[in-house]
């Protein structure tokens, strides 16, 4: 089922240059490696098709969302098969993975039927007022143009070809460019066939959709300088996201570019909590912390505590439940390396003592944790960094006033996680405010592990957890990323757009 090759304008086109796939386990495959050439084409091809796609109705669209998520299914065991060789991800992940991208297109196609998201505005002449009349005003949010979008290699699914970005931005009306990811180059192709399936069983324009493979950064970085691309949505590392967005700014005429780069998501455990029930919560910290060998953007890799006999029972349940885990497979080789990176950076502090580890090699990666003071965290900035994979670290602060500093010296983050019983409420009421300022989403007695798609999720958060604070890549507030307002004054009604007429 596999071309090897880009869907552009609708074709499926080999390149001269190629690269392998590196699988987990399984057979590598050869693919085509995409080139300045082929970015320009494919763009070229989104704008023609935005004319026609902009302005089409949004039944027409919500059609297509939904075909799009049959297709997925219809190819889903070929997917699952696919993916869990690439990744390394186990087959219930990455059903479960399918469940949310074709959930999350469904559920966009509903959002656009329901035209709330138009923000439909209108303020009628008023002829007649003094010192001047006011003009017929419309005002509603049109599509901004072509997208390009940039799979993730920690969701092969959710925030790749057709993940949240691409959904959204369909949705909206623009035509998307994909780049996929070297890491999962096969699942990538399968469901832009799903796509393109989807594409031509609606009769839209072949530019409405393109798919180009990548060994290399010369596609990508192509894309996001492309005239004709007008954002870009991106999931990744913090470098390579920050390395993006320069040349989305740096171009002649700068571009939105909406990257969400990491966290490492704290939790701060407020005394009374982790007295009535540490070992629960240390427990579900064990879990939560390994969860897809740590490999999740909302990984909750800190947890604050208060020193004392509580914090140190909470350690050592911590302690207990991290070492009866194993080694997990990471999704690639870079992956697994930076962790060891990381890993050695934390381990050679020495304000850190480390409780529990082992040796990680190849693609396999088992749990570290440790431990350091509040005062070593508020000095030394390493410690607040993103080690993407099953790492915890501990910090016990000396008293509340200086978990409430440590919470200051945050950096932006998706989620701030607060564990509290109602006689922690007063301590929790003076951490919100700083802790909102801090992040995206904030939750009380979870895990944020779990990102729900829905009209109330945010999923971003002040940089460097995003690169746009202001916005969500998860839930149906992403389309607003996609969408621009426009008024229109004193038009006639035969010009106005379908979806403002009904207000005159």
């Known amino acids: 089922m596999l071309t090897g090759k880009h869907l ?26 995409g080139t300045v050439k082929d970015v320009e084409r494919a763009a070229e091809v989104a704008e023609a098709a935005f004319d026609s ?57 509903s959002h656009i039927l329901a035209g709330d998201y138009l923000d439909r505005h209108y303020d009628a002449a ?27 290699s920690n969701f092969p699914l959710a925030f790749s070809v057709a993940g949240g970005d691409t959904a959204s931005a369909l949705a909206a009306g623009c035509p998307v460019v994909v780049k996929g990811h070297s890491a999962h180059p096969g ?23 393109s798919f180009i493979q990548s ?39 700068p571009i939105p570019f909406f990257g969400e780069l990491g966290s490492v998501n704290p939790m701060f455990l407020l005394p009374n909590a982790v007295a009535a029930r540490g070992d629960v919560l240390a427990a579900g910290w064990a879990a939560s912390l390994t969860m897809g060998a740590g490999q999740f953007c909302t990984n909750p890799g800190i947890a604050v505590v208060i020193e004392g006999t509580d914090a140190d029972n909470f350690i050592r349940t911590a302690s207990a439940a991290l070492s009866e885990i194993g080694a997990q497979t990471m999704l690639t080789d870079g992956i697994a ?33 440790f431990v350091t003071s509040g005062d070593a965290w508020l000095e030394n900035e390493v410690l607040s960094e993103e080690v993407f994979g099953p790492l915890g670290l501990v910090v016990t602060a000396r008293n509340f006033e200086q978990m409430l500093e440590i919470a200051r010296s945050l950096k932006g983050q998706l989620t701030c996680t607060l564990h509290l019983d109602s006689a922690d409420n007063g301590d929790g009421q003076r951490l919100l405010p700083v802790l909102e300022r801090k992040a995206g989403r904030v939750l009380a007695n979870g895990f944020p592990t779990g990102v729900e798609v829905c009209d109330s999720m945010v999923h971003g958060g002040p940089y460097p957890a995003s690169t746009n604070f202001g916005a969500t890549s998860v839930g149906t507030m992403a389309i607003r990323r996609f969408l621009r307002p426009v008024c229109y004054q004193n038009l006639p009604q035969e010009l106005l757009p379908a979806d403002l007429s009904e207000l005159s």
């Not at 499926?12 to 190629?18: L, V």
């Not at 192709?189 to 594409?199: G, H, K």
């Open 8 to 33: 552009i304008d609708g074709q499926w086109i080999a390149g001269d240059s190629r690269f392998e796939s590196t699988p987990a386990h399984g057979q590598a495959y050869s693919f085509s490696a």
């Open 53 to 109: 796609f902009g302005n089409s109705s949004r039944q027409q669209r919500a059609e297509f969302l939904n075909r799009i998520a049959d297709e997925i299914d219809i190819r889903g065991d070929a997917i699952t098969e696919i993916g869990s060789q690439e990744t390394g991800l186990p087959e219930a992940r990455m059903i479960g993975e399918r469940g949310r991208t074709v959930g999350q297109l469904r559920l966009f196609a």
């Open 126 to 152: 008023l002829p007649d007022r003094q010192p001047m009349p006011r003009p017929d005003l419309w005002l509603m949010q049109r599509p901004i143009g072509p997208v390009a979008v940039f799979g993730a």
């Open 187 to 209: 699942t990538g192709e399968l469901v832009a066939q799903a796509v393109d399936a989807a594409r031509q069983a609606v009769g839209f324009h072949p530019g409405v959709f």
């Open 215 to 253: 060994g290399d950064r010369e596609a990508g970085q192509a894309l996001v300088q492309h005239p004709l691309i007008r954002a870009v949505g991106f999931t990744g590392s913090l470098a390579g996201g920050r390395a993006l967005f320069d040349l989305c700014v740096g171009r002649a005429e």
């Open 337 to 369: 390396a930076a962790y060891r990176s990381g890993v050695e950076q934390i381990k050679h502090d020495v304000n850190v003592r480390e409780l529990i580890g082992s040796s990680c090699s190849n693609r396999d990666a088992s749990p570290y944790l």
